[in-house]
């Protein structure tokens, strides 16, 4: 505990340059449904197609790591530098709700053609345009990015609902994939801050039994909910992305000109 905390205590507010694209980040546990008495276990995962680079306990690179069931809360604690980096008993039998907000990490944007790429994918509409308005160049430019991830999973009986959180954006899931029927698929709710978020992409990640994944794209209605199409035996990874212009003084301390918060949610659907 005293290594953790002057760990913490060490740790420097700045954001965590990379070279890459960022990719989806999610919490994927070994397994998503546990008996009372084990553990629960999973890899922080940074990649594409719901398959990636697994990052070890680190706090200086999160805000909040943090499991809930029921009315009790506690914090992930786990040894610095331990992987997986989630590893807990069950704070109660039921739903187990996992989050997890990083701090800041930046990108630069050599090309232009990569910006455009990844604006369309993750279904930013005038984004040309809106960044040509602002004056803003074509390259060498700095995007910050927060990561906001959740992972559902069931202790023992695996009774319980899904809630707020209080990340900046978050999915909600208004079913329980271990107990509910899913038979018309399991709705899921995207909020953005104080508001629900209609009208948003929502991208559906799919992973078989055999680690074959399928993607599939999903919109929310007028109140944020989207429902999506599950199977049994499955486990999903459920994305979206907010894009939005810093604010001054953020832009100014960490050198960005465009902002990006990414929401995930996994968990898996018992046979």
Do not use: C
Not at 21 to 26: N, V
Not at 31 to 58: C, H, K, R
Not at 123 to 148: Q, S
Not at 192 to 209: I, N, S, T
């Amino acid at each position: 505990m005293r290594i953790l905390a002057i760990a913490a205590a060490l740790a420097v507010a700045l954001p965590v340059p990379s070279q890459v694209m960022a990719h989806e980040f999610w919490i994927e546990p070994l397994a998503y449904q546990v008996d009372s008495s084990d553990l629960i276990i999973g890899e922080l995962t940074n990649g594409q197609e719901f398959a990636g680079s697994q990052f070890a306990y680190l706090p200086q690179r999160f805000e909040r790591f943090t499991v809930a069931a029921g009315m009790r809360q506690g914090d992930v604690l786990n040894r610095l530098g331990a992987r997986p980096a989630l590893s807990i008993a069950p704070l109660s039998e039921g739903l187990n709700v996992i989050s997890y907000q990083s701090t800041l990490s930046t990108m630069t944007y050599s090309e232009w053609a990569k910006f455009l790429k990844f604006s369309a994918h993750k279904d930013f509409a005038d984004i040309e345009a809106i960044h040509d308005a602002r004056g803003l160049p074509r390259t060498g430019f700095v995007e910050g990015y927060w990561r906001f991830a959740k992972t559902l999973v069931g202790a023992g009986n695996s009774i319980g609902s899904d809630f707020r959180s209080g990340l900046a954006i978050e999915f909600v899931a208004l079913d329980n994939p271990y107990t509910d029927d899913l038979s018309n698929g399991l709705r899921v709710q995207l909020y953005y801050l104080d508001d629900l978020r209609g009208d948003a992409q929502v991208e559906l990640f799919e992973k078989a039994p055999d680690g074959t994944v399928d993607i599939t794209l999903h919109r929310t209605d007028a109140n944020g909910i989207a429902t999506l199409p599950v199977k049994a035996g499955f486990s999903y990874l459920v994305d979206a992305v907010v894009l939005r212009e810093p604010s001054n003084e953020l832009a100014a301390e960490a050198e960005i000109v465009w902002e990006t918060l990414w929401a995930a949610l996994t968990f898996g659907v018992p046979e």
